[in-house]
């Protein structure tokens, strides 16, 4: 069974740092490129970062560049999202997602169950 | 950036319901585009991708059509099961992006 299990989610004062972690099972993690997406409460879906299989190519959303840093380990299956100088705003679940294909078209599945990152004083 | 724009925010309808949800993108972006579901204090699960193809698994009542701008996903007859938040995504590049959802209600 393919399964995404995220980790590190907690507490944090803003100006802090946190760092995510996502263990992958049930798949060739290194044959897979990677993101981080997340949601604030009671709002929509973001999507944050992106790292290809080999992590040679990564992005970033605006509001999270210069401050959040993607890696990953394929020895380890396993990616990473380094946060710091987090803010009030990055209050949200975390989720790692794979991408996908069928017949060359990509999607965002599956998806791991979320960590919980709250910013707050 | 490429911006998704989704319509209606919410609805309501009722169970048999024919519901049709919009979603327009900001520039041309073929049919890189998917659909998911995401039932309350759940991660979110694809439902169609590449704007027309139904996901393995999923309920032929789920259909989606459209190219280039503008997109449509249609749940032919709503069951219980359906009411839930509609998002669509743009995976045109590595730049990824949501529309910000349609929250389908019971009437």
């Known amino acids: 069974e393919v399964q995404l299990v995220e980790s590190g989610g907690g507490l944090v004062q803003p100006g802090g740092s946190l760092r995510l972690s996502c263990a992958a099972s049930g798949f060739t993690f290194s044959n897979y490129n990677m993101n981080w997406a997340r949601q604030a409460p009671g709002k929509g879906l973001e999507w944050v970062s992106y790292?290809?299989?080999?992590?040679?190519?990564?992005n970033y959303a605006d509001s999270v560049k210069g401050r959040f840093t993607i890696s990953r380990d394929n020895a380890k299956n396993s990616l990473y999202l380094q946060m710091n100088t987090l803010r009030n705003e990055d209050t949200a679940v975390y989720y790692c997602v794979r991408e996908d294909y069928s017949n060359g078209w990509s999607k965002f599945d599956p998806w791991g169950q979320g960590t919980l990152v709250t910013v707050s004083s | 950036d490429i911006q998704m724009t989704q319509s209606p925010s919410s609805l309501f309808a009722s169970v048999g319901d024919r519901v049709t949800i919009t979603c327009r993108a900001s520039q041309n972006i073929n049919n890189y585009l998917n659909w998911y579901q995401q039932r309350p204090g759940k991660a979110p699960k694809v439902l169609i991708y590449a704007a027309s193809n139904l996901q393995s698994g999923v309920p032929s009542r789920f259909s989606g059509s459209g190219s280039g701008t503008d997109f449509t996903l249609t749940i032919s007859s709503l069951q219980p099961e359906d009411f839930a938040t509609y998002y669509c995504q743009q995976i045109y590049n590595t730049l990824s992006s949501f529309g910000g959802g349609t929250k389908v209600e019971i009437k």
């Open positions: 790292i290809s299989n080999t992590g040679g190519t990564i």
